[in-house]
């Protein structure tokens, strides 16, 4: 008898939990890799070991590729006010327009599949001047923008949006002007 309590219990907790479920992370249904080449400025970031030394001015420029794929070319300056930069190559996703792969090591180990990251475009401006970037695992999230600052109203929002599919927002990292 006293296990009826402790599952009536288990079964209440269980359904709080599904209520308050984060929505999937979704990529957006399209993606068109000649709008979206081109230069972005990174407003804010969920901190990744890759990005450590970058204090600001970071961007991220694509370049449509003969082979399918697209150039992607990082650059950030450091607090020394050094520019860094790092060279990658991004693949789409068969079947998935708004989902790439992204990988920062040399040709010769494109073979090896822990290689690739989930570039994952999961919210997109109708005129392509604003994107937020994550992965189905929410441990990345990039918000993007054509200019380098972004209107207040609008960065509360694209938050909200990643708030909605699960992103702990906590340690964002802002790294542009916010106005």
């Known amino acids: 008898m006293r296990l009826r309590p402790a599952l009536l219990a288990a079964g209440l907790l269980l359904s709080c939990l599904t209520a308050h479920a984060a929505e999937p992370v979704r990529s957006v249904p399209t993606l068109d890799m000649g709008r979206y080449a081109g230069q972005w400025h990174e407003i804010a970031h969920l901190p990744v070991s890759f990005q450590k030394k970058c204090v600001g001015d970071i961007t991220a420029t694509y370049a449509l590729r003969g082979d399918g794929r697209i150039s992607v070319h990082n650059a950030c300056r450091t607090g020394d006010g050094e520019r ?43 005129d392509y001047q604003w994107a937020v970037v994550g992965d189905p695992d929410r441990k990345y999230l990039w918000i993007l923008s054509r200019s380098p600052s972004m209107d207040a109203t609008l960065f509360a929002s694209l938050k909200a949006k990643a708030e909605a599919m699960g992103y702990d927002l906590g340690p964002l990292k802002v790294m542009a002007p916010v106005e």
């Open 84 to 126: 860094i930069a790092a060279e990658g190559v991004a693949r789409p996703v068969e079947g998935e327009p708004g989902q790439l792969q992204v990988r920062f090591v040399p040709d010769w180990l494109a073979w090896v599949p822990l290689v690739w990251a989930d570039y994952w475009v999961i919210a997109l401006d109708p």
